[in-house]
């Protein structure tokens, strides 16, 4: 007997399964209906293009069965590719997910919470351990000889015996606890498969004894007899007409497919006749996948070829920036042994999955439309995937930039770009935006202050990937899009009188920049303040502090110092007062303030702190 340890995170997800889905305990039944499913999808596969299974006597089905009395026990069996000992410690003794460990670590600790967002993440086998004081797992691989038994009360160990077995596939024995002792029986479990199951393709059976009576009165006997029934239609639910269905089935689906314990937010479901014909079957989780920003997220999309199941861990199947999908893709015209070489160059898949972007994006804008409140809670997940298309698929940008949301300085919540062309000035020719990492910072950041002055709108972008996507947007229609961050994204804004004061102080801006020599690249007036009396911009084609900032956070070194504007209101008393001074050492201090503090409102660095403070005290005792 060999003993070993859990993973850390399987104690973990099992604590967490426990204790916030302890009100929804009988989903246990749809996780091991659905794994034993996966199974016997991966088994047929291999039946039907491998020569050493093509022989395999397979009768794909998965069998509940259960003992009624003192110890009560619930199996679901299935014929499927089964495990051995090294699959078994390697799937149900750790789990293999990166990222698993700080999703489990950002859990709340408040059950309500948690049981929603552990969907995110898939509950799987563990949640045996709500129903069961222990669980075994006799299982055989297919090809392989020798079978193995798992077993454990789910309290930090498990250990994996060599056993027999006469076939290959998988039994997962329950012993039930008080809480589970309600699923041994007839009823309770026809009635759960039905709900969580009748959609799974293959045929699933319940064993039961019915008792009946024969006779009247004293020879009246009572007769045991031994039942297998049928409970579900198997038959795959994508291939049933959509007319048939009800949302409500499309959701239990989901919910097997992605182990996810919420409905979908969204699903759709197409069935193309014709030159192509194929099935696709699409979901949107209510909450982002939590692996969704990690490189090795993994897929939801599972290929299959005439209802047989390929792969489910294809990230090509859909365009990286719609990873959060769940669903099936059925392919008529594809070969059953198509590699995955074939796969990736393969122009019928590209076809159904242009085909599916577009309808999906069109089916996401009539959302917008019809439905903006859940429209809302879908951009709240998904608008920065969605802002990443706006880079990784020109061929929709189109429709990617009527998708996607922003946040503004006029209006509440999320807005859109057409909203905003609609809200302009009527000579206002530009769509303005500004870029940083805080939503607060920007909102009051000194470079909004005359297009707030003007009542012009400013849409705040406080999204790193805003910095990096929108330049290369450009424009949305006719419009510009400029960054209120960059010199000369206020020449709209210029009127007689500003050009007149900018003349004004023409002197004192070469005194400054004297003073500043190469730590900034230029002294101009501003014309977009109207409280403060200095800011730093970036030259029209420089990056921004926060881009620079983003480079190097993602590891880019030898970033050029590429150096600021500096722009100074020439209405502000304090270069107004500025300007009349010949006070030489004070105009080297305030020079350096002006942009020190502009520097400080940007998030940028001030490098020689110690001056700053020298300078700072040596105005206040002035003042003072
Ligand atoms: P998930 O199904 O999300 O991967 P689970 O914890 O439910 O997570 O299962 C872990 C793994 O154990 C599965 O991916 C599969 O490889 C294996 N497994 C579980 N049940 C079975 C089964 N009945 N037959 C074969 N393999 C299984």
């Known amino acids: 007997m060999s003993k070993k340890k859990f993973k850390a995170e399987v104690n973990q997800l099992l604590h967490l399964i426990i204790h916030s889905l302890y009100s929804h305990k009988e989903i246990f039944l749809r996780e091991l209906i659905s794994n034993s499913s996966d199974a016997l999808d991966k088994l047929k596969y291999l039946t039907l293009t491998e020569d050493e299974f093509k022989k395999l006597d397979?009768?794909?089905?998965?069998?509940?069965?259960?003992?009624?009395?003192?110890?009560?026990?619930?199996?679901?069996?299935?014929?499927?590719?089964?495990?051995?000992?090294?699959?078994?410690?390697?799937?149900?003794g750790t789990i293999a997910r990166s990222g698993t460990r700080a999703f489990l670590d950002s859990m709340s600790g408040d059950a309500n919470k948690d049981s929603s967002l552990i969907g995110q993440f898939g509950v799987g086998f563990y949640s045996s351990f709500m129903v069961a004081d222990k669980v075994e797992v006799i299982t055989r691989?297919?090809?392989?000889?020798?079978?193995?038994?798992?077993?454990?009360?789910?309290?930090?160990?498990?250990?994996?015996?060599?056993?027999?077995?006469?076939?290959?596939?998988?039994?997962?024995?329950?012993?039930?606890n008080n809480e589970g002792e309600e699923y041994a029986s007839r009823w309770q479990l026809e009635n759960i498969i039905k709900k969580y199951s009748d959609h799974i393709a293959f045929p699933i059976y319940l064993e039961y004894d019915q008792t009946s009576y024969e006779g009247e009165g004293d020879d009246k006997k009572e007769k045991k007899e031994h039942k297998i029934e049928q409970i579900n239609a198997a038959s795959a639910l994508?291939?049933?007409?959509?007319?048939?269905?009800t949302d409500e089935d499309y959701h239990e689906f989901y919910k097997t497919i992605s182990h996810d314990t919420e409905e979908p937010l969204f699903y759709l479901h197409t069935q193309a006749e014709g030159t192509m014909e194929y099935t696709t079957l699409f979901f949107v989780p209510k909450k982002a996948p939590f692996d969704m920003y990690q490189a090795d997220y993994r897929p939801g999309v599972k290929l299959y070829v005439k209802r047989v199941f390929i792969t489910d861990d294809d990230k090509e199947l859909m365009p990286v920036y719609l990873?959060?999908?769940?669903?099936?893709?059925?392919?008529?015209?594809?070969?059953?042994?198509?590699?995955?070489?074939?796969?990736?160059?393969?122009?019928?898949?590209?076809?159904?999955?242009?085909?599916?972007?577009?309808?999906?994006?069109?089916?996401w804008s009539k959302m917008a439309e019809n439905n903006p409140e859940k429209y809302n809670e879908f951009i709240e997940e998904y608008?920065?995937?969605?802002?990443?298309g706006l880079y990784s698929d020109f061929g929709n940008r189109e429709s990617l930039l009527e998708l996607v949301r922003f946040k503004s300085t006029i209006e509440e919540g999320w807005v859109s770009l057409k909203g905003y062309t609609e809200r302009m000035k009527e000579d206002q020719k530009a769509i303005y935006y500004i870029t940083g990492e805080d939503e607060t910072t920007l909102r009051n950041s000194p470079l909004l202050e005359a297009y707030r002055e003007k009542g012009i709108e400013v849409l705040i972008m406080d999204?790193?990937?805003?910095?990096?996507?929108?330049?290369?947007?450009?424009?949305?229609?006719?419009?510009?899009?400029?960054?209120?961050?960059?010199?000369?994204?206020?020449?709209?804004?210029?009127?007689?009188?500003?050009?007149e004061k900018g003349k004004e102080i023409k002197p004192l801006l070469k005194k400054i920049k004297k003073v500043l020599g190469d730590k900034v690249k230029e002294v101009k007036a501003s014309t977009r303040l109207s409280d403060s009396p200095s800011c730093i911009v970036a030259d029209e084609?420089?990056?921004?502090?926060?881009?620079?900032?983003?480079?190097?956070?993602?590891?880019?070194?030898?970033?050029?110092?590429?150096?600021?504007?500096?722009?100074?209101?020439?209405?502000?008393?304090?270069?107004?007062?500025?300007?009349?001074?010949?006070?030489?050492?004070?105009?080297?201090?305030?020079?350096?303030?002006?942009?020190?503090?502009?520097m400080l409102i940007d998030g940028a660095e001030v490098k020689d702190r110690a001056g700053f403070v020298k300078r700072l005290n040596r105005i206040m005792e002035m003042a003072l």
């Not at 309290?155 to 596939?169: H, P, W």
């Not at 994508?238 to 269905?245: P, V």
């Not at 881009?547 to 050029?560: E, R």
């Open 58 to 92: 397979f009768e794909p089905r998965i069998d509940i069965s259960f003992t009624e009395g003192n110890a009560k026990t619930l199996t679901v069996s299935d014929t499927g590719i089964g495990m051995n000992d090294k699959d078994l410690a390697e799937h149900l």
């Open 141 to 176: 691989k297919a090809g392989e000889e020798t079978a193995w038994k798992w077993s454990s009360n789910g309290k930090g160990e498990y250990t994996i015996d060599e056993v027999s077995r006469d076939t290959f596939g998988t039994d997962v024995v329950l012993y039930l």
């Open 238 to 245: 994508w291939k049933r007409s959509k007319s048939e269905l």
């Open 323 to 363: 990873r959060f999908l769940r669903g099936i893709i059925d392919s008529e015209d594809l070969p059953l042994n198509v590699s995955r070489e074939i796969l990736q160059k393969n122009r019928i898949l590209a076809n159904i999955k242009s085909t599916s972007v577009k309808k999906i994006l069109g089916e």
């Open 383 to 388: 608008n920065r995937p969605l802002k990443e």
């Open 463 to 499: 999204d790193d990937i805003d910095e990096v996507v929108i330049p290369g947007v450009g424009k949305y229609g006719d419009h510009e899009m400029k960054s209120v961050n960059r010199s000369g994204a206020d020449e709209e804004l210029k009127t007689e009188k500003d050009k």
């Open 541 to 598: 084609n420089d990056p921004t502090v926060q881009m620079q900032h983003m480079l190097k956070a993602m590891g880019q070194k030898d970033i050029p110092d590429f150096k600021p504007i500096l722009e100074v209101n020439p209405s502000h008393p304090i270069v107004v007062k500025l300007k009349g001074s010949e006070d030489d050492a004070l105009i080297e201090d305030v020079s350096l303030l002006l942009l020190e503090q502009a």
